[in-house]
């Protein structure tokens, strides 16, 4: 695994507005950036992100299986009771689930380790599907890349197969809304290339607001037509669904969710110390304990603390010696916490980096990566492109 530094093209900026990319800068700040780019032999690939990505997946859902069927595990994840039998049923009807997305510390060296699952919500897949396998065709096609060059990128192809799936076995001919909240360009953006990879797959896609969404007498969503929303892809958590006024009406309501209700547990961090109690020693994972629990010594004396309910590196905080050392704010609830082994990103070049591995139905499908100036990856962390060399680096 290397950095190298690239030229950017000329027309990126353009190109990208055009193609409904009005996100790659942020506050002034570039946050698509191709001024360079990140190298991997095949088998850091294969061996080092994709097995490990399908296997923690793996583990993960056996832990929803187990959780649904645990009042004190449900309990640890703080989900609320009155949802309790909305979340197990959707889990033992095998509701659909479509895509997520896992965080992982990689240096190219020894075992990748796992940070967190964002199993619900995840953002930066139009950037991770599309933009950079179109700055990858287009490097080639000019020459500054060689022709064999590849990338680990299949996220789109699985997407639309996923979406058919859906169609044929789930959907029918019923429409597919799909939502996000006003004034979030990034949130949009995703929202828009999800809705485009199910045209393609054949559904009739709708866009709505998550504002929008009404609910009739008998309890059913609606769209700003009182039309019934018979299936939703919503890029708003769970955890805050539950919380809202009509979350009352979330098993009454017969609309199919995308992600599904059971997705509320893996999205959560306390799937870290349940993980590392069913796994503990796994060299992927790194050891984890809720806040409140007696702790091992394996946690170290440097650790990081995280809440339940957290993303984009919010209320997260690093602490030596029990003392804090660094701190993000943010708008979560620190009531509840998880403590998890202190393990930083690597730096290349100063620069902090994450690998986001993208789990597609139930397979890997490709990564991301962010990078920062701080070792915490924030919303503001810059997205680079990446490329496969059929070669050991």
């Known amino acids: 695994m290397q950095r190298i530094g690239m030229e950017p093209r000329k027309h990126w900026q353009r190109q990208a507005e055009s193609l409904g990319f009005s996100f790659h800068s942020m506050n002034g700040d570039t946050y698509w950036d191709e001024s360079a780019c990140y190298r991997f032999s095949l088998s850091q690939i294969e061996n080092d992100i994709e097995t490990p990505t399908e296997e923690i997946h793996q583990m993960c859902l056996q832990l929803v299986d187990k959780a649904v069927h645990s009042e004190r595990m449900m309990d640890q994840l703080c989900i609320p009771a009155v949802h309790?039998?909305?979340?197990?049923?959707?889990?033992?009807?095998?509701?659909?689930?479509?895509?997520?997305?896992?965080?992982?510390?990689?240096?190219?060296?020894?075992?990748?380790?796992?940070?967190?699952?964002?199993?619900?919500?995840?953002?930066?897949?139009?950037?991770?599907?599309?933009f950079q396998w179109l700055w990858?065709?287009?490097?080639?096609?000019?020459?500054?890349?060689?022709?064999e060059s590849d990338q680990f990128n299949l996220i789109q192809e699985m997407l639309?197969?996923?979406?058919?799936?859906?169609?044929?076995?789930?959907?029918?001919?019923?429409?597919?809304?799909?939502?996000?909240?006003?004034?979030?360009?990034?949130?949009?953006?995703?929202v828009e290339y999800f809705r485009d990879c199910a045209l393609q797959a054949g559904i009739d896609a709708r866009f709505i607001y998550v504002e929008d969404i009404g609910v009739s007498t008998n309890g059913q969503y609606t769209d700003l037509d009182n039309m019934t929303i018979p299936a939703l892809f919503k890029l708003y958590p769970w955890?805050?669904?539950?919380?809202?006024?009509?979350?009352?009406?979330?098993?009454?309501?017969?609309?199919?969710?995308?992600?599904p209700p059971w997705k509320a547990i893996l999205s959560n961090k306390a799937i870290l110390p349940l993980?590392?109690?069913?796994?503990?020693?796994?060299?992927?994972l790194l050891p984890s304990y809720f806040e409140s629990d007696k702790k091992s010594s394996d946690l170290g004396s440097r650790f990081?603390?995280?809440?339940?309910?957290?993303?984009?590196?919010?209320?997260?905080?690093?602490?030596?010696?029990?003392?804090?050392?660094?701190?993000v704010d943010g708008p979560y609830c620190t009531d509840n916490c998880i403590l998890q082994q202190y393990h930083p990103v690597p730096q290349f070049n100063g620069n902090h980096?994450?690998?986001?591995?993208?789990?597609?139905?139930?397979?890997?499908?490709?990564?991301?990566?962010?990078?920062?100036?701080?070792?915490?990856?924030?919303?503001?962390?810059?997205?680079?492109?990446?490329?496969?060399e059929d070669r050991e680096l």
């Open 304 to 327: 990081v603390k995280k809440p339940l309910f957290s993303r984009e590196g919010a209320n997260i905080s690093v602490y030596s010696e029990g003392q804090c050392t660094t701190r």
């Open 353 to 388: 980096t994450l690998i986001g591995s993208w789990v597609i139905g139930d397979r890997a499908a490709g990564i991301g990566i962010r990078e920062d100036s701080t070792a915490i990856t924030r919303d503001s962390s810059r997205f680079l492109p990446h490329i496969i």
């Open 136 to 147: 990858l065709e287009e490097m080639v096609n000019t020459g500054k890349l060689p022709p």
């Open 160 to 190: 639309i197969e996923v979406l058919v799936l859906l169609k044929k076995n789930r959907l029918g001919d019923n429409p597919l809304y799909l939502s996000s909240c006003k004034d979030t360009a990034e949130d949009f953006g995703t």
């Open 239 to 259: 955890e805050f669904m539950f919380e809202e006024s009509y979350g009352r009406h979330l098993e009454e309501s017969g609309t199919l969710f995308l992600e």
């Open 84 to 130: 309790w039998d909305l979340v197990r049923n959707s889990w033992l009807d095998r509701e659909p689930h479509l895509y997520g997305r896992m965080d992982f510390a990689y240096d190219g060296r020894g075992p990748a380790k796992f940070y967190e699952y964002n199993a619900d919500t995840p953002t930066s897949l139009y950037e991770s599907a599309f």
């Open 275 to 284: 993980l590392w109690q069913e796994y503990r020693g796994h060299p992927n």
